[in-house]
């Protein structure tokens, strides 16, 4: 990462600052070994983890931490299957108990079709949360008027989605993420949709300050090699961006002069 | 006493068991974890001194992958 991107180009969330701007998912890998790998293959500092029950029954099961180490990586609780503010709060309190940190990773999630945001209860539950000292990125829809209140609010980072989550369908409303990141002083970070590298690039060559993703690598084949691909894919679109890209034209334009020719 | 551990119930345990005493009883490790009791949060300071009340109920937590 450090060859690629001059190391000032960090991505400052809240309190945090990292040099990658890939966030991976840790769900729907085959075991948390191949979790692991392709952490490490992709680069990414902070991944996204999920609060549940311990199985009592089961106390040997492998535990995630013993797997990914906290203390390397920066754990981004969320609060996937809260469907209140109150059940967010409960439930990030817990994990900052568990870890002790207040950076996380807010969605209300409503119809399990669509796994839309439920907006009007996430505006609710970053305002408790806020008020309870969290550091809140917050999943939102690709809504510029959301986007704006949740940054007035005081979220750290607005995190819209691409296309629904797990869907792999790709940057679906680019002007809307290119409105997003126009008028945002925070960092904006899509959240979901991603299918396949090219989506990344386009994410972060709509200016985009980073990409979170999960079932794009969890559900490849080679899930390592697509993590790699992802690694890649972040600073080709970051460089693309910060480089800015050449007009487009409605004709061809020699790249050899005509003058001189024998 | 009894108590709910997750949705499971434990019958006949010692009464007056500290935090550290029901980990140890469900050989669940301290620093993976943390706890709800009656929905609040016991800190993971003071697991060696609360006891615990028969009918309490406890949620035990911790992290697993998601997205």
């Known amino acids: 990462m450090k060859n690629s991107i001059k190391s000032d180009d960090t991505l400052k969330v809240g309190s945090h600052e990292f040099n990658s701007r890939l966030i991976i998912g840790t769900g729907k890998y085959t075991n948390y070994k191949q979790n692991s790998d392709a952490l490490n293959a992709s680069g990414a500092e902070m991944v996204t983890v999920a609060v549940r029950r311990v199985n009592v029954s089961d106390p040997n099961k492998p535990m995630l931490v013993d797997y990914i180490d906290p203390k390397k ?121 991603v299918g396949t ?49 050449m007009p487009t034209k409605k004709y061809a334009d020699p790249s050899s002069p005509l003058a001189g020719l024998i | 006493m009894y108590l709910i551990v997750n949705g499971h119930r434990y019958d006949n345990l010692e009464d007056d068991m500290t935090m550290s005493e029901l980990l140890d009883y469900l050989k669940l490790p301290a620093k993976k974890i943390a706890i709800e009791r009656n929905r609040e949060i016991i800190s993971k300071s003071t697991y060696n001194t609360v006891r615990l009340n028969d009918g309490d109920i406890m949620e035990i937590i911790h992290f697993i992958g998601g997205g």
């Open chain 1, 73 to 193: 990586t920066v754990y981004l609780p969320n609060t996937a299957g809260c469907f209140t503010g109150e059940d967010a709060v409960r439930t990030l309190r817990l994990a900052k108990e568990a870890g002790g940190w207040n950076l996380v990773k807010l969605e209300v999630l409503s119809d399990p079709k669509h796994l839309y945001p439920d907006m009007e209860e996430t505006l609710r539950s970053a305002e408790l949360l806020i008020r309870d000292g969290f550091e809140v990125m917050v999943y939102c829809s690709d809504d510029p008027v959301f986007a704006k209140k949740l940054e007035s609010m005081g979220c750290v980072a607005i995190m819209p989605l691409g296309a629904p989550i797990g869907s792999g369908l790709g940057i679906q409303n680019k002007v809307n993420i290119r409105l997003i990141v126009e008028q945002s002083n925070v960092p904006v970070i899509v959240d979901a949709g």
């Open chain 1, 197 to 245: 590298a090219s989506d990344a690039v386009i994410a972060m060559e709509l200016g985009c300050d980073g990409v979170l993703m999960n079932t794009a690598i969890a559900n490849a084949k080679d899930p390592i090699k697509m993590a790699l691909a992802m690694k890649h894919a972040v600073i080709a679109g970051r460089e693309a961006y910060l480089a800015g890209r």
